[in-house]
Structures are given as structure tokens and as C-alpha cells.
Nanobody, 128 residues
Framework: QVQLVESGGGLVQSGGSLRLSCAAS????????MGWFRQAPGKEREFVAA????????YYADSVKGRFTCSKDNAKNSVYLQMNSLKPEDTAVYYC?????????????????????WGQGTQVTVSS
């Protein structure tokens, strides 16, 4: 079982930045690939970013590419989402998720159905 706790959300003006953190409870965090998803009011949850188990590869949704950066620190059991040039349409609850990469393939997981564990979410609100 892996418990995930997000932090770092808040209210920011358009063009501003926020850094989300996700802390994991598991010492074997290095075996897990991670992802960030978001859900805006009245909309389905959508993929934002993915990072592989060693943190060497990342993949982003087109809507955030070039503005968001995902990183992973296995020594600190944490994954981060640096969000720059924020827009009002980035307003959502942001969730981190984990899936064990049992074959150590370095795969990037973009489908939320593949993830095994989810955090409780952190609210990001971008004002215009």
C-alpha cells in the first residue's frame, strides 16, 4: 500500500507559478512510476504529466507542455510538478498517482486506469 499526500496548491494570478509536491509513504518509491492528473469542475479527470520510476523520462499533455515540469526524487520519496505561466484554464484539483513498474521497464503511464494509488488532491486556482 502506498499513501500519497499532495501539497503546494493555492491561489495564483494568471502568469504566476506554483510548485506541487507529492510525498509517498513507501520506502520502495523508486519502483513506482508517477503521474499527475487534474479535474476541473464539471469536467472529467485528465492527464497532465508522467514520469518514470527513476525520474529519467517525462511526458506531458499538450496543454501544459513547455510550462509544466515534473521531477522525482527517490531519496525523498517525492514527486514534484513545477507549474509556470499559469492560465485560468489550469484551475483544477490536481492529483498525483503511483503505479509499480514491476518489470523496471521505465514505462511512462498516461492512462489513469493504469494507476494503483492516488492522493487526495490539492486545489489550484488561477485568477485572470
Amino acid at each position: 500500500q502506498v499513501q500519497l499526500v499532495e501539497s503546494g496548491g493555492g491561489l495564483v494570478q494568471s502568469g504566476g507559478s506554483l510548485r506541487l509536491s507529492c510525498a509517498a509513504s513507501r520506502r520502495t518509491f523508486g519502483r513506482y512510476a508517477m503521474g499527475w492528473f487534474r479535474q476541473a469542475p464539471g469536467k472529467e479527470r485528465e492527464f497532465v504529466a508522467a514520469i518514470n520510476l527513476i525520474g529519467g523520462n517525462t511526458y506531458y499533455a499538450d496543454s501544459v507542455k513547455g510550462r509544466f515540469t515534473c521531477s522525482k526524487d527517490n531519496a525523498k520519496n517525492s514527486v514534484y510538478l513545477q507549474m509556470n505561466s499559469l492560465k485560468p484554464e489550469d484551475t483544477a484539483v490536481y492529483y498525483c498517482a503511483a503505479v509499480q513498474d514491476t518489470s523496471y521497464s521505465g514505462k511512462l503511464y498516461t492512462d489513469m486506469q493504469e494507476y494503483e494509488y492516488w492522493g487526495q488532491g490539492t486545489q489550484v486556482t488561477v485568477s485572470s
